[in-house]
């Protein structure tokens, strides 16, 4: 039997099954004959003999063994028990944000005083509502008006707070489907419902509109409300232009291509890969321990044979 | 045995410096669950930090006492004095809106979040903590997207503090086989996704020409994808057409007779099976074709036999390539069926003849939900005729689909048997489903909020949680701002429509800035 039926045989983790190879309680096959290469294989007759005295065993391990890398008490003990506080680091103090732009940002910023169309994609919170608010003050400072479209109700509600901080009051407008505050205002913060809506039946309302800002313009994939930026890409006065912001897709390229042969005109795509800070991805197993993938692979690897062999038990034991 | 399973305090203690953490969880429940959890064992605030959260959670308190009142809000009060949040759509928009400014002023360590916490606005973490990496998309539990996985990851890492971010990805040992690993490499790439609705085709036939339409139809992005995949797939069926008839020109005049010694070979075995099955008329049959035909010697047999495999090869690809253009090319046809079918059921309904539109056009134009059943509901008279709190009732129900444990009280409203019927004789008709969603769920709640009920008892009467309530009424609300503008005329519905919407449109409902 390999290691995870024998866990299973026994009713104990594999981690337990090591234990007991370690301690000498249980020997593989390959230890026994002293000869060929280490099958990890155990005999089930070894096995039966074990059976009995395994709680005993068990027992003189004491809790310990079942999550050895990180000790927790009985559940009783740790309501009486004062809670845990973490661990401080020396220093927790705001760092001075550094006003220096990336390289994406500056390039999007160039493309936008051009008076082009752009697409921005790049990873989570790596400063893409920066090269919308530096859009929006050259387009107050020309006069003209810009709109900014969320995909739901709630970052709208957000972006108008936001904005409002930042432009004043009376600049800024919110436009959803249950709210209207200020729809006049230069810089309007709207549902992309509405504005397909207004592209639809009210064009006139958006003749002062020089850019119109998509957030998250990947929604175009949505299954349910894609169908709404499609028809706002679409429908959309020839005279404005788009900033969309995208998530990290592999074919902004693709979506710029179809909007420059929709609406005419060249769509520059800025592409920001990589991350500001690198992410490092681990797992963590059922035992506690954090891994990294080839480990992870492995142990669920393990895990499946387990689980496998815990609904096989039964058959087993009739046998 | 019992599968042991590593409890969120014993993960918050291996990772205890790399906080704040982001916990993405995809059950709301369970973000209450783990974070109750975590909250029996730590307190990752000091006595100053409770300071500052209790007169924050006071500030909020004094602004809208009604949305932070009921047994809930008592247990998140407590777990935000601890520095413990949980975040997610079934809170009221000021408890979430609390939650995100505590942890913008780094007042908590550990936020249990649902997805949508990730959606837009900033809140960088230096870890993410991911509880499973399955979730229900509606139809199914299925692994995250690398997209999506990324777009969550993504919060970990804040500029300035940490040097790396993390993500921790827990193994659910009773689905390990669902246990996520990305690519940042493999992310899906965006595809089109045109739905063609009720209102689509009236925007369309109202403000647009006949070539406009004609371009929304070929142009959009999905058709767009369709046809560059078409005509690459149509170049590569034409040089597989061209492979496949050089190939044929080196075989030999023999090739697939039985003249041929390989065909000749191919064809004994098979006689040899029809044997073995007891096939004997079509074993007879071969057997005298094997004798008419004169065998011939083969000088080459060899390369004869290397160009019939790489004929069989390139035929089967050339065969996929082949029908996946066929299943592109009735995708592509779909979106002129689609159009064509709602266009068609709009004239069958009388909402349009052509480019003329009558009564129920005009009027259905101004909406954007459920715009067929809606106007049907409008025009029966029902929104008018009823008392006021019923029609509240009717519409707090359009585009409501209820889960499965959703219940409510059940108010027996003469009014919503009539939307009921409504709606049956719309299916009868041959209005699809989805053009008809509607769920009298949630009448007794708009019925008791018209007439004044609080909050509080809002909540006793169903087991909807109070970000639900709050959006079906906001969802309504939006409707009724529709239905004023399309019913331009008919003052009496418009009125109508605002006093409900007066009335509706209070306390907890009420949006604040």
Same mark, same amino acid.
């Given at each position: 039997?390999?290691?995870?039926?024998?866990?299973? #045989?026994?009713?104990?983790?594999?981690?337990?099954?090591?234990?007991?190879?370690?301690?000498?309680?249980?020997?593989?096959?390959?230890?026994?004959?002293?000869?060929?290469?280490?099958?990890?294989?155990?005999?089930?007759?070894?096995?039966?003999?074990?059976?009995?005295?395994?709680?005993?065993?068990?027992?003189?391990?004491?809790?310990?063994?079942?999550?050895?890398?990180?000790?927790?008490?009985?559940?009783?003990?740790?309501?009486?028990?004062?809670?845990?506080?973490?661990?401080?680091?020396?220093?927790?103090?705001? +760092?001075?944000?550094?006003? %220096?732009?990336?390289?994406?940002?500056?390039?999007?910023?160039?493309?936008?005083?051009?008076?082009?169309?752009?697409?921005?994609?790049? +990873?989570?919170?790596?400063?893409?509502?920066?090269?919308?608010?530096?859009?929006?003050?050259? %387009?107050?400072?020309?006069?003209?008006?810009?709109?900014?479209?969320?995909?739901?109700?709630?970052?709208?509600?957000?972006?108008?707070?936001?904005?409002?901080?930042?432009?004043?009051?009376?600049?800024?407008?919110?436009?959803?489907?249950?709210?209207?505050?200020? +729809?006049?205002?230069?810089?309007?913060?709207?549902?992309?419902?509405? #504005?397909?809506?207004?592209?639809?039946?009210?064009?006139?309302?958006?003749?002062?509109?020089?850019?119109?800002?998509?957030?998250?313009?990947?929604?175009?994939?949505?299954?349910?409300?894609?169908?709404?930026?499609?028809?706002?890409?679409?429908?959309? +006065?020839?005279?404005?232009?788009?900033?969309?912001?995208?998530?990290?897709?592999?074919?902004?390229?693709?979506?710029?291509?179809?909007?420059?042969? %929709?609406?005419?005109?060249?769509?520059?795509?800025?592409?920001?890969?990589?991350?500001?800070?690198?992410?490092?991805?681990?797992?963590?197993?059922?035992?506690?321990?954090?891994?990294?993938?080839?480990?992870?692979?492995?142990?669920?690897?393990?895990?499946?044979?387990?689980?496998?062999?815990?609904?096989?038990?039964?058959?087993?034991?009739?046998? | 045995?019992?599968?042991?399973?590593?409890?969120?305090?014993?993960?918050?203690?291996?990772?205890?410096?790399?906080?704040?953490?982001?916990?993405?969880?995809?059950?709301?429940?369970?973000?209450?669950?783990?974070?109750?959890?975590?909250?029996?064992?730590?307190?990752?605030?000091?006595?100053?930090?409770?300071?500052?959260?209790?007169?924050?959670?006071?500030?909020?308190?004094?602004?809208?006492?009604?949305?932070?009142?009921?047994?809930?809000?008592?247990?998140?009060?407590?777990?935000?004095?601890?520095?413990?949040?949980?975040?997610?759509?079934?809170?009221?928009?000021?408890?979430?809106?609390?939650?995100?400014?505590?942890?913008?002023?780094?007042?908590?360590?550990?936020?249990?979040?649902?997805?949508?916490?990730?959606?837009?606005?900033?809140?960088?973490?230096?870890?993410?903590?991911?509880?499973?990496?399955?979730?229900?998309?509606?139809?199914?539990?299925?692994?995250?997207?690398?997209?999506?996985?990324?777009?969550?990851?993504?919060?970990?890492?804040?500029?300035?503090?940490?040097?790396?971010?993390?993500?921790?990805?827990?193994?659910?040992?009773?689905?390990?086989?669902?246990?996520?690993?990305?690519?940042?490499?493999?992310?899906?790439?965006?595809?089109?996704?045109?739905?063609?609705?009720?209102?689509?085709?009236?925007?369309?036939?109202?403000?647009?020409?006949?070539?406009?339409?004609?371009?929304?139809?070929?142009?959009?992005?999905?058709?767009?994808?369709?046809?560059?995949?078409?005509?690459?797939?149509?170049?590569?069926?034409?040089?597989?057409?061209?492979?496949?008839?050089?190939?044929?020109?080196?075989?030999?005049?023999?090739?697939?007779?039985?003249?041929?010694?390989?065909?000749?070979?191919?064809?004994?075995?098979?006689?040899?099976?029809?044997?073995?099955?007891?096939?004997?008329?079509?074993?007879?049959?071969?057997?005298?074709?094997?004798?008419?035909?004169?065998?011939?010697?083969?000088?080459?047999?060899?390369?004869?036999?290397?160009?019939?495999?790489?004929?069989?090869?390139?035929?089967?690809?050339?065969?996929?390539?082949?029908?996946?253009?066929?299943?592109?090319?009735?995708?592509?046809?779909?979106?002129?069926?689609?159009?064509?079918?709602?266009?068609?059921?709009?004239?069958?309904?009388?909402?349009?003849?052509?480019?003329?539109?009558?009564?129920?056009?005009?009027?259905?134009?101004?909406?954007?939900?459920?715009?067929?059943?809606?106007?049907?509901?409008?025009?029966?008279?029902?929104?008018?005729?009823?008392?006021?709190?019923?029609?509240?009732?009717?519409?707090?129900?359009?585009?409501?689909?209820?889960?499965?444990?959703?219940?409510?009280?059940?108010?027996?409203?003469?009014?919503?048997?009539?939307?009921?019927?409504?709606?049956?004789?719309?299916?009868?008709?041959?209005?699809?489903?989805?053009?008809?969603?509607?769920?009298?769920?949630?009448?007794?709640?708009?019925?008791?909020?018209?007439?004044?009920?609080?909050?509080?008892?809002?909540?006793?009467?169903?087991?909807?949680?109070?970000?639900?309530?709050?959006?079906?009424?906001?969802?309504?609300?939006?409707?009724?701002?529709?239905?004023?503008?399309?019913?331009?005329?008919?003052?009496?519905?418009?009125?109508?429509?605002?006093?409900?919407?007066?009335?509706?449109?209070?306390?907890?409902?009420?949006?604040?800035?």
């Amino acid at each position: 039997m390999k290691i995870p039926q024998t866990a299973a #045989f026994l009713g104990i983790s594999t981690g337990q099954v090591r234990r007991l190879i370690q301690e000498g309680q249980l020997t593989t096959v390959s230890n026994k004959e002293a000869s060929g290469s280490d099958t990890g294989l155990l005999l089930r007759g070894d096995l039966e003999a074990l059976r009995q005295a395994l709680p005993a065993l068990t027992l003189s391990w004491g809790q310990s063994h079942k999550r050895s890398p990180l000790e927790i008490g009985s559940r009783s003990e740790e309501r009486l028990r004062p809670k845990k506080k973490p661990l401080r680091k020396a220093q927790e103090q705001a +760092p001075v944000e550094d006003l %220096v732009l990336d390289d994406f940002q500056i390039e999007a910023a160039e493309a936008l005083q051009a008076g082009l169309s752009v697409i921005v994609s790049a +990873p989570t919170g790596n400063g893409k509502t920066l090269v919308a608010e530096m859009l929006a003050r050259d %387009v107050m400072a020309a006069g003209l008006g810009m709109i900014y479209t969320s995909p739901l109700k709630a970052l709208s509600n957000q972006k108008y707070r936001d904005f409002k901080i930042l432009f004043g009051e009376e600049q800024v407008g919110l436009v959803t489907g249950d709210v209207s505050i200020n +729809p006049g205002a230069p810089m309007l913060i709207m549902t992309t419902e509405i #504005f397909r809506n207004w592209c639809l039946s009210e064009p006139a309302q958006l003749e002062k509109i020089s850019y119109v800002v998509f957030d998250e313009i990947h929604y175009l994939d949505d299954a349910e409300r894609g169908t709404t930026w499609e028809e706002s890409i679409l429908f959309a +006065p020839s005279h404005v232009k788009i900033l969309g912001l995208s998530a990290t897709v592999p074919n902004a390229d693709e979506m710029a291509d179809w909007i420059s042969s %929709v609406r005419g005109g060249n769509v520059v795509v800025i592409m920001e890969k990589r991350r500001r800070i690198p992410l490092s991805t681990q797992w963590i197993l059922p035992n506690g321990r954090i891994v990294g993938e080839k480990e992870a692979r492995g142990e669920l690897e393990e895990l499946a044979e387990y689980l496998k062999a815990l609904r096989n038990k039964k058959r087993w034991l009739e046998e | 045995m019992e599968l042991t399973e590593i409890s969120c305090s014993e993960i918050i203690e291996a990772i205890q410096d790399k906080l704040p953490v982001l916990f993405f969880v995809f059950s709301r429940g369970r973000t209450e669950v783990l974070a109750q959890d975590l909250g029996q064992d730590w307190d990752f605030l000091n006595a100053r930090e409770k300071k500052e959260v209790g007169s924050k959670i006071k500030e909020a308190e004094a602004e809208q006492p009604g949305a932070f009142s009921g047994p809930g809000w008592r247990s998140l009060r407590r777990l935000l004095l601890q520095g413990i949040a949980y975040h997610h759509a079934g809170l009221l928009p000021p408890v979430k809106y609390l939650v995100e400014n505590l942890y913008a002023g780094r007042l908590l360590w550990v936020v249990f979040c649902t997805e949508t916490f990730a959606a837009g606005v900033n809140f960088p973490a230096a870890s993410a903590v991911f509880d499973s990496t399955r979730k229900w998309d509606g139809h199914d539990f299925r692994i995250l997207q690398n997209r999506e996985f990324f777009q969550m990851a993504g919060r970990a890492g804040r500029r300035g503090f940490d040097r790396i971010g993390h993500a921790f990805i827990r193994v659910d040992s009773r689905f390990p086989e669902q246990t996520g690993f990305f690519d940042d490499k493999a992310i899906e790439p965006v595809s089109g996704r045109l739905m063609i609705s009720p209102n689509t085709v009236l925007s369309l036939l109202r403000y647009k020409t006949d070539e406009e339409i004609d371009r929304f139809l070929n142009e959009n992005f999905k058709m767009y994808q369709l046809k560059k995949r078409q005509g690459l797939l149509k170049e590569e069926i034409e040089v597989m057409a061209g492979r496949i008839s050089e190939i044929e020109a080196g075989l030999c005049s023999e090739n697939g007779t039985l003249t041929c010694p390989v065909e000749r070979a191919r064809a004994r075995k098979q006689l040899k099976r029809l044997r073995w099955k007891n096939k004997n008329r079509e074993k007879d049959l071969l057997q005298k074709q094997i004798a008419l035909a004169a065998p011939k010697k083969c000088l080459n047999l060899k390369k004869c036999m290397a160009l019939s495999e790489r004929l069989k090869q390139v035929q089967t690809y050339s065969q996929t390539r082949k029908q996946e253009y066929a299943a592109i090319t009735q995708q592509v046809d779909s979106v002129f069926t689609e159009y064509r079918e709602v266009r068609d059921l709009l004239e069958k309904l009388g909402y349009v003849k052509g480019r003329e539109f009558f009564a129920r056009g005009i009027f259905a134009l101004e909406l954007h939900v459920q715009e067929i059943l809606v106007t049907e509901i409008a025009f029966s008279g029902l929104l008018e005729e009823s008392e006021p709190a019923d029609a509240a009732a009717i519409l707090a129900g359009i585009e409501f689909i209820p889960g499965k444990n959703t219940r409510t009280d059940i108010l027996d409203l003469p009014a919503l048997q009539q939307a009921y019927l409504i709606r049956h004789e719309l299916l009868k008709m041959g209005v699809p489903e989805r053009f008809c969603i509607w769920s009298n769920l949630p009448g007794s709640l708009a019925y008791a909020w018209y007439n004044g009920a609080t909050f509080m008892e809002l909540m006793e009467m169903s087991s909807l949680q109070p970000g639900d309530i709050f959006s079906i009424f906001r969802r309504e609300i939006d409707l009724l701002r529709q239905i004023e503008r399309a019913a331009a005329g008919n003052t009496a519905l418009i009125e109508r429509a605002q006093a409900i919407r007066g009335q509706l449109d209070r306390d907890e409902i009420a949006l604040s800035f």
